[in-house]
């Protein structure tokens, strides 16, 4: 049976992941919810399990980053 290639699945949204263990990132995170106004963006930790389903591993490794998809 075929394994699907979750990596390669969109979200209904626009997401933006983040490092839930940096500072930084979490600040980021409380300024977007702030300005977007109409809450048209979904958030994520890095470390979740939206992002295994939805990011290559590439994409978590480097958790240092913001992620937007």
Do not use: H, I
């Not at 263990?21 to 979740?48: I, P, Y």
């Amino acid at each position: 049976e075929p394994t699907m290639n979750t990596a390669q699945l969109a979200p209904s949204e626009p997401v933006v992941f983040y490092d839930g263990a940096c500072g930084l990132c979490q600040r980021s995170v409380r300024f977007l919810l702030l300005a977007d106004r109409r809450k048209c963006l979904g958030f994520a930790s890095l470390q979740g399990r939206t992002a295994a389903m939805l990011l290559r591993d590439a994409d978590r490794r480097d958790l240092d980053s913001v992620v937007f998809l």
